[in-house]
């Protein structure tokens, strides 16, 4: 089978680079080696992040740091056994966690983040998914004063900066918006520009059918068979080989792993993360996602239950699952949020592509003629795939691109 370009990877950022290549005339196969949408792009938070322009930077204050890595906080969980293998990551990771370099990253990242929710809207539209989509924004609560002074000086700066909206609330305010908050909060804020979904997979798959019925050829293989043919790029299946000129690598935190098979060596690494669904307890469901920025997890109102996300565990990719975190935060949220049972047997576990300063990868993989890279979205794949999508298709296609990809570009390390 032929086709001018075979995506690898069909989470929200390949599936979107799949759509946003066929919109401007290529034929494409998308594979993956399972159905659309089931990993990554299967278990986050949902949030369409408008607001998502301050990356999520190493921490600079020693004493975080410290605490972080005796695993003393909720929001991270280290594992020390992979710290040899992890150290030069997190070194790289960690210098870019400077003001400056954290101010140069959110400044590349708003061309892509103001345009996530036009990218996606015009998906879901054709798609016919909007019913997965709420357009309420989220809340971020604090029980400690000193942490909701810090997130409102962060705040100021970010709506300053880079027209970030946000809303002060008091407790007494937050209660109106969400009645079944339970103990005492120092307040919050409401995020109000962001979008969440209540099902991240369904929303995969209805823009993966959509790829299907406009003629796009999904196909099941091994991304690892890939290799270079005479005039382009192969990857084998029992079926037959299919081949095409362009392959776009966008296997999110499995890309660095395929990449160094083909002798490309690039800094990816993964934070990894964990969710969990809980019943109802009565008819107490948030209307929108609730951060707790004391101990960083999440809670949305998802089609299974409602699903906790947890902060970072940092890991090797293919470590054991280690659902500590979730252990931790479970009792936090519970006092937070009226919660039941839990509804899935074991903890989800997935993995956020992750490269040191923080910004994705898009673009041709030089000396590599034909091979072309999308991934590396850090904490905002399911937020940035559209928008990923359309700037690597109007590279790829030769038209104007709508940003300068020159800060995604691959050889920037
Ligand atoms: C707990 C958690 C919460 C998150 N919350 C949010 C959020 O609220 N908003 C947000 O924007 N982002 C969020 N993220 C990040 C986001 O989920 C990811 O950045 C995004 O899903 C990555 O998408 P992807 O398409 O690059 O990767 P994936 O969705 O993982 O897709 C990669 C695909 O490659 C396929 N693949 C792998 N190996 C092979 C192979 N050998 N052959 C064929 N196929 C292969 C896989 O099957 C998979 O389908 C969260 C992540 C986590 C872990």
Redesign the pocket.
């Known amino acids: 089978m032929n086709s001018d370009v075979i995506v ?7 599936i979107s680079a799949a759509l946003a290549l066929q919109a401007r005339g290529r034929s494409v196969a998308l ?4 159905p659309a ?5 299967f ?5 369409i ?1 408008r607001e998502g322009v301050v990356p999520y930077a190493f921490p600079r204050e020693w004493r975080t740091i410290v605490r972080s890595a005796l695993n003393q906080t909720t929001q991270s969980n280290l594992h020390w056994r992979a710290v040899p293998a992890l150290a030069p990551f997190l070194y790289r990771y960690w210098r870019h966690g400077t003001p400056e370099r954290i101010e140069a990253t959110a400044r590349a990242a708003v061309p892509l983040v103001e345009r996530c929710l036009s990218e996606h809207e015009a998906l879901i539209e054709a798609a016919g998914s909007g019913a997965l989509v709420r357009k309420t924004g989220y809340l971020k609560v604090f029980r400690s004063q000193a942490g909701l002074e810090a997130e409102l000086e962060t705040g100021e700066k970010a709506r300053r900066l880079w027209g970030v909206g946000s809303e002060t609330k008091t407790d007494a305010e937050l209660r109106e918006i969400e009645p079944h908050l339970t103990g005492p909060l120092a307040g919050g804020i409401l995020m109000p520009q962001p979008w969440s979904v209540s099902d991240p997979s369904a929303l995969g798959k209805s823009y993966a059918e959509l790829f299907v019925r406009r003629g796009g050829t999904f196909v099941t ?4 068979t890939l290799h270079r043919s005479d005039d382009g790029w192969r990857v084998l299946r029992v079926e037959g080989a299919i081949s095409a000129r362009h392959v776009v690598v ?5 890309t660095g792993a395929l990449l160094r098979r083909l002798g490309v060596t690039l800094p990816f690494f993964v934070k990894r ?3 969990m669904h809980y019943k109802p307890l009565g008819n107490a469901v948030p209307s929108r996602p609730i951060v707790d920025g004391d101990s960083g997890f999440l809670l949305s109102s998802m089609a299974r239950g409602i699903r906790l ?2 902060g970072a565990e940092f890991a090797s990719h293919e470590a054991e699952p280690t659902p500590v975190q979730l252990g931790k935060v479970e009792p936090i949220a519970r006092a937070l949020f009226p919660l039941s049972d839990r509804v899935d047997p074991s903890p989800w576990l ?4 992750c490269l040191p300063d923080m910004l994705p990868m898009i673009g041709p993989v030089p000396g590599k003629s034909g091979l072309w890279i999308d ?1 590396g ?7 940035l ?1 559209p928008v990923s999508g359309r700037l690597l298709a109007e590279m790829m296609t030769g038209g104007e691109t709508f940003a300068d990809p020159r800060p995604y570009r691959v050889d920037r390390f």
């Open positions: 690898l990877g069909a989470g929200m950022v390949g594979v993956d080696r399972r949408a089931e990993e990554t792009s278990g986050n938070a949902g949030l992040q293989a091994d991304a690892g966008a296997m999110g935190p499995w993360g964990y969710h996300t947890t997935g993995a956020r592509p991934a979205h850090h904490h905002l794949g399911f937020t795939g």
